[in-house]
T-cell receptor, first 109, second 115 residues
Framework: GQNIDQPTEMTATEGAIVQINCTYQ??????LFWYQQHAGEAPTFLSY????GLEEKGRFSSFLSRSKGYSYLLLKELQMKDSASYLC??????????FGTGTQLKVEL | EAGVVQSPRYKIIEKKQPVAFWCNPI?????LYWYRQNLGQGPELLIR????????DSQLPKDRFSAERLKGVDSTLKIQPAELGDSAVYLC?????????????FGPGTRLTVL
């Protein structure tokens, strides 16, 4: 089975940097995804990591350490519109995603 | 290009009533998923289709839930009879291969309230 842990809530200031952590325990691993979900809306894809290291995409970066079962999503130059839930999800293969409970990020002035 | 379409967006029913949700995936996406998302939780997979075949329905409560994707395009998820605990957002997604991974695209969801 899959077990995914991420903090329930985080608060950060506009313009700052925030790191959202995710730890996982899986019986098989074929990649880790981060999704963003604004309230009342559908999750949207942010990133995918399957190899160790950092993947950078604009203001967002995602890191993976397979040996530690650990990932983080780094958001730079925070904007108010970044207030959302950030979902960590793991796939063990076969197109099946197991999601964490999500981290609700609140960006304040 | 149109995204994943779901209807209705909202549904309020009384317990023991039946309800059905419809999903039309992105054109060309062979894989279709139904998820349930409870408040403050991540989506949980109910069923996954590859074309018209249900390849993973292990999390679908088969006593009251059913799904179909007869022509391998659009899909319907049904609950009969609905229970209070079925109140949730039902998300449909479809995916496309990006080589090393499959990117899932989600629809806006149907918010079900069972009274």
């Amino acid at each position: 089975g899959q077990n995914i842990d991420q903090p329930t809530e985080m608060t950060a200031t506009e313009g700052a940097i925030v790191q959202i952590n995710c730890t996982y325990q899986t019986s098989g691993f074929n990649g880790l995804f981060w999704y963003q979900q604004h309230a009342g809306e559908a999750p949207t894809f942010l990133s995918y990591n399957v190899l160790d290291g950092l993947e950078e995409k604009g203001r967002f970066s995602s890191f993976l350490s397979r040996s530690k079962g650990y990932s983080y999503l780094l958001l730079k130059e925070l904007q108010m519109k970044d207030s959302a839930s950030y979902l960590c999800a793991v796939t063990g293969g076969g197109n099946k995603l197991t999601f964490g409970t999500g981290t609700q990020l609140k960006v304040e002035l | 290009e149109a995204g994943v379409v779901q209807s209705p967006r909202y549904k309020i029913i009384e317990k023991k009533q039946p309800v059905a949700f419809w999903c039309n995936p992105i054109s060309g996406h062979n894989t279709l998923y139904w998820y349930r998302q409870n408040l403050g939780q991540g989506p949980e997979l109910l069923i996954r289709y590859e074309n018209e075949e249900a390849v993973d329905d292990s999390q679908l409560p088969k006593d009251r839930f059913s799904a179909e994707r007869l022509k391998g395009v659009d899909s319907t998820l049904k609950i009969q009879p609905a229970e209070l605990g079925d109140s949730a957002v039902y998300l449909c997604a479809s995916s496309i291969s990006r080589g090393s991974y499959n990117e899932q695209f989600f629809g806006p969801g149907t918010r079900l309230t069972v009274l």
